[in-house]
């Protein structure tokens, strides 16, 4: 993402076609990481934060991880091990 893209919300659709992921793969990462997007009407936008960490998982997916193990190294990493 460039820095214009930081300023801007996502919405679902977006991030689909952005990461070539299903709905239910947004969906089921989203709850992994306890992050609630904005709701307005029908459409859930989601801010450059939390894009960014869903960008981190997927980065890390397609590496060859798994959420568990994401999760893991994620608390691991806040913890400073």
Do not use: C
């Not at 919300?9 to 977006?14: C, D, G, I, L, V």
């Not at 859930?44 to 893991?72: C, M, N």
Request: aromatic residues 12%; without cysteine; positive net charge.
């Amino acid at each position: 993402m460039n820095n214009s893209d930081r300023q801007s919300w996502f919405t679902t659709k977006q991030l689909q076609e952005r990461y070539n992921l299903g709905r239910q793969a947004i969906h089921i990462r989203k709850r992994a990481l306890q992050i609630a997007p904005i709701r307005v009407g029908f459409r859930s936008y989601y801010s450059w934060a939390l894009v960014v960490q869903l960008v981190r998982l997927h980065d890390f997916i397609r590496s060859g991880g798994t959420i568990p193990e994401y999760l893991k190294f994620k608390d691991e990493e806040s913890d400073g091990r």
